[in-house]
């Protein structure tokens, strides 16, 4: 049993920064592979970085590299995902998900579990 919070969305303009957190309670992270996927409207749930439970492997998807980019504390039980040059088109509800073992990083359904998502929105 874990449970995710997601934090750190808001409205923010084209070319802005975030840091959205993922924060754990119940267990460490440090037994989790930890998966970050966001949600447009009217839009299928997309992929958006993978980070392993060491953190010796972790990307993010082919259209964000350079500009997304993901980290873990696991003694503060918490992932990271550092968002860069915002873009419209990255307006979206960003979720954090975690699992013992996925298959494919990138298929939603291999995940466990799910926080609730955080909300970004870039100004055009």
């Known amino acids: 049993q874990v449970q995710l919070v997601e934090s750190g969305g808001g409205l923010v303009q084209v070319g802005d920064s975030l840091i959205l957190s993922c924060a754990a309670s119940g267990r460490t992270f440090g037994s989790y592979v930890v998966g970050w996927f966001r949600q447009a409207p009217g839009k299928e749930r997309e992929f958006v970085a993978f980070?392993?439970?060491?953190?010796?492997?972790?990307y993010s998807a082919d259209s964000l590299q350079g500009r997304f980019t993901i980290s873990r504390d696991n003694i503060k039980n918490t992932v990271y995902l550092q968002m860069n040059s915002l873009q419209s088109e990255d307006t979206a509800t960003y979720y954090c998900?975690?699992?013992?073992?996925?298959?494919?990083?990138?298929?939603?359904?291999?995940?466990?579990?799910w926080g609730q998502g955080t909300q970004v929105t870039v100004s055009s």
């Open positions: 980070i392993s439970r060491s953190a010796q492997i972790k």
């Open positions: 998900a975690a699992a013992s073992v996925v298959d494919a990083p990138a298929r939603p359904s291999d995940y466990t579990y």
